[in-house]
């Protein structure tokens, strides 16, 4: 059964920084795609960031590159998010998934989430 530890979220002012971690156990990392995904408050799900199961590859959603990085270490199960030059908008409940597609199947997995907040 996968397991998933966020961390890293809280509250910071417009223009701070936060760096969200998720690490992963009960699936073999290293062959998972692993994605960002947000929700903010009334609204649906939005795709932030992904990166392949090498972290040769990392993906933006249009207008975060730059003030996202998404980073893994295969060695540590982990997944980082590194958000900078944060707005109210960027407020939500971010949650860490993990992906993997093979032919017809795929398997897909989410963490429990972790609030970020900016507000002055």
């Known amino acids: 059964e996968a397991q998933f530890v966020e961390s890293g979220g809280g509250m910071v002012q417009p223009g701070g920084s936060l760096r969200l971690s998720c690490t992963v156990s009960?699936?073999?990392?290293?062959?998972?795609?692993m994605s960002w995904v947000r929700q903010a408050p009334g609204k649906g799900p939005e795709w932030v960031s992904g990166i392949n199961p090498t972290g040769s590859h990392a993906y933006y959603k249009e207008g975060m590159k730059g003030r996202f990085t998404i980073s893994r270490d295969n060695n540590k199960n982990t997944v980082t998010l590194e958000m900078n030059n944060l707005s109210p908008e960027d407020t939500a409940v971010y949650y860490c998934?993990?992906?993997?597609?093979?032919?017809?199947?795929?398997?897909?997995?989410w963490g429990q989430g972790t609030q970020v907040t900016v507000s002055s």
């Open positions: 009960g699936l073999s990392f290293g062959a998972y795609e």
């Open positions: 998934s993990a992906d993997r597609k093979r032919g017809s199947a795929r398997w897909q997995y």
